[in-house]
């Protein structure tokens, strides 16, 4: 038991767990309503979509800690699965399993759909989780704004699913599929700047590990007060962004909806930014990196609006 408590531990079910609630509520909320009876993303063939995005994530998560052994054991010692309780042998035999039956998926979805974009994609994505672990991850900003873009790839994965190649030869699918893309962007988009703005607070608290181990983030080269004025900046533009769309739901009588997005999105993003500023403790950093995840996460759930919306 010990080990399949670790090995969840290692592949970080929540993450997945959060991957599979963006894809279903987007597919459910958004795809199939807008869609309706000219879908081509059927459930079964979704359902496959699914799995290769949480298997492919989970080979990440292995990977990751395969080769952050030594910085972890700095950072967070008493996290550590690899070595303690999986070998890293065993480490490698699974990212290679789960990234290959990931990918083997991918293919299978692109050859039912006749879509070469998903196969070939997360393919891409399998070998840019290599790279962020091995190289891009030490870098500045590199990794940051790989897994930044890798996060808003759960939901436009499932756009590119849907889009087919004959889609300009029917009038009504092209209406249809107008709104999907307009709804892709919106979430992949809150998903890219929510996740370069976790990304970089996570960065702060690892700073110390990573130090150590030679890496160039952005709290190591420019310093703890110029990451956190980058973190403001970007927390600012989204919330610029998001309060633009409450005016435009607003309009559109949306009302139930702008509540919630402002109880549990903007008010939430305007404690982050009075935390950010008092924050200097590695502890202080943690708990602001878990704040951002959850405002992640109630983000996501503004799509179950969008059921009664469309």
């Not at 480490?91 to 399993?97: K, Q, T, V």
């Not at 959850?294 to 919306?309: E, V």
Request: net charge positive.
């Amino acid at each position: 038991m010990k080990t399949i408590a670790a090995f969840l531990r290692l592949i970080r079910w929540p993450n997945l767990v959060f991957i599979v609630v963006t894809q279903v509520l987007f597919y459910i909320c958004i795809l199939v309503p807008t869609i309706g009876v000219h879908l081509k993303l059927v459930l079964p063939i979704f359902a496959l979509l699914v799995s290769s995005s949480v298997l492919i994530a989970a080979a990440g998560y292995i990977i990751n800690d395969y080769f952050d052994l030594n910085i972890d054991q700095v950072n967070k010692p008493d996290s550590i699965v690899v070595q303690r309780f999986i070998s890293r042998r065993w480490a490698i035999f699974w990212h290679f399993l789960l990234s290959s039956i990931g990918i083997v998926l991918a293919f299978y979805i692109s050859w039912e759909l006749r879509n070469p974009i998903i196969g070939f994609a997360n393919f891409v994505c399998v070998l840019l989780l290599w790279l962020y672990s091995t190289t891009f991850k030490k870098q500045l900003l590199v990794g940051n704004i790989l897994i930044s873009l890798l996060t808003a790839w759960v939901v436009l994965v499932i756009y590119f699913a849907e889009m087919r190649i004959s889609l300009f030869d029917d009038p009504n699918y092209i209406a249809s599929f107008k709104n999907v893309f307009k709804y892709a962007i919106l979430y992949s988009g809150f998903a890219f700047i929510i996740s370069l703005i976790r990304e970089v607070v996570k960065d702060i608290e690892d700073r110390e590990g990573d130090a150590r181990y030679g890496c160039k983030t952005m709290p190591i080269v420019w310093g703890l007060p110029a990451s956190k004025l980058f973190i403001g900046i970007w927390t600012s533009v989204l919330l610029a962004c998001l309060l633009i769309i409450q005016v435009i739901g607003l309009f559109k009588g949306w009302w139930l909806g702008v509540i919630y997005t402002v109880a549990a999105v903007l008010i939430p993003l305007l404690k982050f930014l009075g935390d950010l500023k008092k924050a200097r403790q590695t502890a202080e950093f943690h708990q602001l990196s878990s704040l951002i995840k959850a405002i992640m996460l109630a983000g996501i759930l503004t799509l179950l609006f969008f059921k009664w919306y469309l």
